[in-house]
């Protein structure tokens, strides 16, 4: 029995390795890029000085913290079908088991990392300068709060989408190949049973 040699990895799994690194950096990176475009366009309620580092919102009823959700999960729910369409064409289709294995593994755990980067980079662009202007701020001065995630299970819309990309992929081309004609016997056309 042959023995490896640490230099000597198996094709089949540094093949699997690599799919599986590549495919959570590549949804990592989506995730920052979404949360620079969340950072963009969801819109932050309008806040007014009350006192020194106590800020209230001007419209209670406001609806910038449900449009703030929403944009999350319309950009997790692009970013997660991409990710299932582009993955799964590109290192699932056409592969040995070890490696659609372990890049479904990679495209799942991106898709939640990079969920959590959106969150992260979303919600720490804008954080520091209201910080500041908390702290600062005349009394009735009044200016945007950060940008926050009210509904934390928005973070599930990019991993799910990009799981329900993959099974419907995986159930779509799995279908068994019709079955031929049989063979007609020599005698004649078969007369079906009734």
């Given at each position: 029995?042959?023995?490896?040699?640490?230099?000597?990895t198996?094709?089949?799994?540094?093949?699997?390795?690599?799919g599986?690194?590549?495919?959570?950096?590549?949804?990592?990176?989506?995730?920052?890029?979404?949360?620079?475009i969340w950072?963009?366009?969801a819109?932050?309620?309008?806040?007014?000085?009350?006192?020194?580092?106590t800020?209230?919102?001007?419209?209670p009823?406001?609806?910038?913290?449900?449009?703030?959700?929403?944009?999350?999960?319309?950009?997790?729910?692009?970013?997660?079908?991409?990710?299932?369409?582009?993955?799964?064409?590109?290192?699932?289709?056409?592969?040995?088991?070890?490696?659609?294995?372990?890049?479904?593994?990679?495209?799942?755990?991106?898709?939640?990392?990079?969920?959590?980067?959106?969150?992260?980079?979303?919600?720490?662009?804008?954080?520091?300068?209201?910080?500041?202007?908390?702290?600062?701020?005349?009394?009735?001065?009044?200016?945007?709060?950060?940008?926050?995630?009210?509904?934390?299970?928005?973070?599930?819309?990019?991993?799910?989408l990009?799981?329900?990309?993959?099974?419907?992929?995986?159930?779509?081309?799995?279908?068994?190949?019709?079955?031929?004609?049989?063979?007609?016997?020599?005698?004649?056309?078969?007369?079906?049973?009734?």
């Open positions: 029995m042959a023995q490896l040699t640490q230099r000597e198996p094709a089949p799994v540094r093949t699997a390795v690599v599986l690194v590549v495919a959570v950096a590549v949804s990592v990176l989506l995730g920052l890029l979404g949360g620079l950072h963009v366009v819109p932050r309620p309008l806040l007014q000085q009350v006192s020194a580092g800020a209230e919102v001007v419209n009823e406001t609806r910038a913290f449900m449009g703030a959700d929403a944009w999350f999960c319309a950009i997790g729910a692009v970013a997660g079908l991409l990710i299932g369409i582009i993955g799964y064409r590109i290192g699932i289709a056409r592969r040995s088991f070890a490696a659609r294995t372990a890049v479904t593994i990679g495209l799942i755990l991106g898709a939640v990392a990079g969920s959590y980067a959106m969150l992260w980079l979303g919600q720490e662009i804008g954080f520091s300068a209201y910080q500041h202007q908390l702290a600062d701020a005349a009394t009735s001065a009044t200016y945007t709060a950060s940008l926050t995630l009210g509904s934390k299970s928005a973070l599930a819309f990019w991993p799910l990009t799981s329900v990309v993959i099974v419907l992929a995986e159930l779509g081309g799995s279908q068994p190949a019709p079955a031929a004609d049989p063979v007609q016997p020599s005698g004649g056309p078969t007369v079906p049973y009734a």
